[in-house]
Nanobody, 123 residues
Framework: QVQLVESGGGLVKAGDSLRLSCAAS????????MGWFRQAPGTEREFVSG??????STLYTDSVKGRFTISRDNHRVYLQMNSLKPEDTAVYSC??????????????????WGRGTQVTVSS
């Protein structure tokens, strides 16, 4: 397993942008596929976006397509969030998957998780 630490959350207004970052403690995030999930109070954890290690193929949930962009370098995975909406309010967590070939939307496919960073979008 790898230790993951997220940063970049905060309180913003609707329409604003935030950039989340996730780093693996003391090591590269290669060769992990990486994912971002979110969970709002009283709801189940929801897949947001994923990116593969090998060719940086990406996957997004429909509600964030065109607004969020996932990217990575050797040490971090990023989630650029534009045009934020109040319904994007949640704790955002990154996750790492060593076994898959493509980014997975299923939380059970990830072996390591960060503790999350709070994103709050006011109307």
């Amino acid at each position: 397993q790898v230790q993951l630490v997220e940063s970049g959350g905060g309180l913003v207004k609707a329409g604003d942008s935030l950039r989340l970052s996730c780093a693996a403690s003391g090591r590269s995030i290669d060769p992990y596929n990486m994912g971002w999930f979110r969970q709002a109070p009283g709801t189940e954890r929801e897949f947001v976006s994923g990116i593969s290690w090998k060719n940086s193929s990406t996957l997004y949930t429909d509600s964030v397509k065109g607004r969020f962009t996932i990217s990575r370098d050797n040490h971090r995975v990023y989630l650029q969030m534009n045009s934020l909406k109040p319904e994007d309010t949640a704790v955002y967590s990154c996750a790492a998957d060593l076994r898959g070939r493509n980014p997975s939307p299923y939380a059970g496919d990830y072996q390591s998780w960060g503790r999350g960073t709070q994103v709050t979008v006011s109307s």
